[in-house]
């Protein structure tokens, strides 16, 4: 079936429904609601058997839906309707969710309902939920809703038109920081966290606070800034205290949009001396670290948990630190990899454009990231598991195939690819991908630009072990699995083996010369002010809306199609 998605940003569930249904043999393209695209013109062109919305924030025109079948992805249960779904569930502390497929109507969320599954909602991040519990429910809830329509005789059933929940806006968000106790602050934070943030007056100018974590020791005036850790800055609540990665400015008029960076980067020099705390031990699970490390029975396990999957230059280097001290360490696994959500998706493109000088911090993220994939590589005393609990993306995605084995969660997507920031690509891509995938496959990848569903990256080769089990269980499914790994007798011939065939590489062809040509690429686009990528890294960074659908995702294709051939890699190499 050829099936249209529309879309207001091809996020994170656009891309895994894009991906999904490309592998059940649909043919897919996708169409962004632009202001200045005429929607009901661009729908006729594509002719599509079915429009599907999976992230939507307007509504569907009179004449799209009057004269194709379009069904909406609510992330609500029955009943629920209103723009902020998911933020009151998440800010009211809702213990269950759900998401509902339900037909367009004039009236938002109001249409006959297709199909509706339920989820759990733990206290998290919105973020979090919406690629974890809500994308999984919205998956499922998805594919029935596609599979009833396909057989033609499912009728579906009409809801009550309860009045829709207005949006919830920042007066309902603000945070009362001598009256809210930190249970309170951390649901209006975890509500707002990636967008659009709490907006509120730090150091006498207006910020919008991204992310919250509580604090178990420190304590202090309600309001006060206590302490940094790692980037982030703690603040004192009513009882007790938080923790804030990401701050993002208030824009000003005539400004363009401010980029989110770590707090204590946003703030710079306003910042007044505070102490600069280390990070905990790892018997202290009551305070934030993006970095830690434990043990089990003979396997090590690094997990890390940057906002976004974005690593900075220093992320990096606080990694590979952490990296180096864990290979100390008498294990026979090691794995890499936060309990949920993001993996990682590369250098740090929101560091980079506020940066002073973009070219010398975009060079020093991408020796960086460079540094710590080559670690991974040349790592040949134990094995190392990439375990993928979420999405990665770029530079991410070769980070864990940089590892002897990539575990993934069965809702993960991957974009193996640089192409739509206007990169050639680093992070030891050329060497990594086509030794997985073959050379004609890793062409591919980079010429598609699409993202590819964890089903397809194991059958690509990408990823060794598919995960089948819900977000909250893969962290002790991983374990479980690596301390097996650890206890079977061959795993320590294998890292043997593994020793030996580096050793031939490095006599035959030095990885080392792949990074060396892919490095020398990146340099050169770093330093030309002409290059795309930094009009296309500003636009990401500062969430500047597209003027038009990208040419890759308006073509309709299935898994394995390549519609692009005008694109190809300009490093040079690519290992045999």
């Known amino acids: 079936m050829h099936v249209l998605l529309v879309a207001s940003a091809f996020n994170s569930l656009t891309q895994r429904v894009h991906a999904e249904l490309r592998d059940r043999g649909h043919t897919v393209s996708v169409e962004l609601a632009l202001p200045d695209t005429p929607l009901a013109e661009a729908v006729r062109r594509h002719d599509p058997q079915l429009v599907l919305a999976p992230m939507l924030t307007t509504a569907i025109p009179r004449e799209v839906r009057t004269a194709y079948p379009c069904l909406i992805v609510h992330p609500g249960p029955v009943g629920d309707r209103g723009p902020s779904s998911l933020d009151r569930a998440v800010q009211d502390g ?38 974890g519990e809500i994308a999984d429910a919205a998956l499922a809830a998805v594919l029935l809703a596609v599979q009833r329509f396909a057989s033609r005789t499912h009728t579906p059933l ?51 606070l991204h992310g919250g974590h509580p604090e178990d020791v420190l304590r202090g005036t309600p309001g006060d800034l206590l302490a940094t850790r790692h980037g982030a800055i703690c603040r004192a609540t ?12 208030r824009r000003r008029p ?25 990070a905990p031990d790892e018997a202290d699970p009551g305070t934030w670290t993006d970095i830690r490390y434990r043990e089990e029975a003979g396997a090590g396990f690094l997990a890390f948990s940057f906002p976004g999957g974005a690593m900075s230059t220093e992320q990096c280097e606080r990694l590979l630190a952490a990296y180096r001290r864990a290979c100390a360490r008498p294990t026979s696994v090691l794995v890499l990899g936060g309990p949920r959500d993001f993996f990682s998706n590369g250098i740090h493109l929101g560091v980079i454009e ?6 010398a911090e975009a060079w020093a993220n991408i020796n960086a990231m460079n540094d710590l994939v080559e670690a ?4 040949t005393d134990r094995l190392v598991v990439a375990a993928l609990a979420g999405n990665a993306a770029a530079g991410g995605v070769m980070l864990a195939l940089a590892a002897d084995e990539v575990w993934c969660r069965a809702g993960c997507v991957l974009n193996p690819h640089y192409r739509l920031m206007g990169l050639s690509g680093s992070e030891y891509w050329t060497y990594t991908l086509p030794r997985r995938v073959g050379a004609p496959a890793a062409i591919r990848l980079m010429r598609e630009a699409l993202p590819v569903s964890a089903a397809s990256a194991r059958d690509l080769g990408l990823v060794d072990e598919l995960i089948d089990c819900g977000p909250g ?39 080392a010369s792949f990074r060396r040509g892919e490095l020398e690429t990146m340099r050169r686009t770093f330093q030309d ?9 500003r636009a990401f960074a500062r969430k500047e809306r597209p003027s038009r659908t990208p040419g890759h995702l308006a073509t309709g294709h299935r898994a394995g199609t390549e519609p692009d051939r005008t694109w190809a890699p300009t490093t040079g190499r690519t290992a045999p």
């Open 94 to 131: 809702a213990g269950w969710w759900g998401v509902t497929v339900l037909e367009a109507q004039e009236e938002m969320d109001s249409g006959d309902v297709w199909a509706s599954v339920a989820c759990p909602l733990p206290p998290l991040a919105k973020s979090d939920l919406y690629r």
């Open 254 to 278: 005539g400004q363009p949009r401010p980029v989110k960076l770590p707090a204590v980067t946003a703030l710079g020099d306003r910042l007044p001396p505070l102490p600069r705390l280390p």
């Open 158 to 208: 009409p809801q009550d038109t309860a009045r829709p929940r207005p949006y919830l806006d920042q007066s309902l968000r603000r945070i009362d920081w001598a009256a809210d106790p930190t249970g309170t602050v951390l649901a209006k934070l975890r509500a707002a966290d990636s967008r659009p943030g709490v907006l509120d007056t730090l150091l006498g100018e207006e910020w919008y």
């Open 238 to 249: 009513a009882d007790g205290a938080v923790w804030i990665p990401e701050l993002r400015r």
């Open 376 to 379: 991974v590589l040349t790592t």
């Open 473 to 511: 269980d893969f962290a002790g499914e991983v374990a479980r699995r690596a301390t097996r790994l650890a206890s079977l007798p061959g795993t320590r011939a294998r890292a043997a083996a593994k020793k030996e065939r580096w050793d031939r590489q490095e006599a035959t062809a030095p990885p």
């Open 529 to 537: 002010p002409a290059a795309p990528h930094h009009a296309l890294r």
């Open 354 to 359: 506020a940066a002073e000088d973009p070219a």
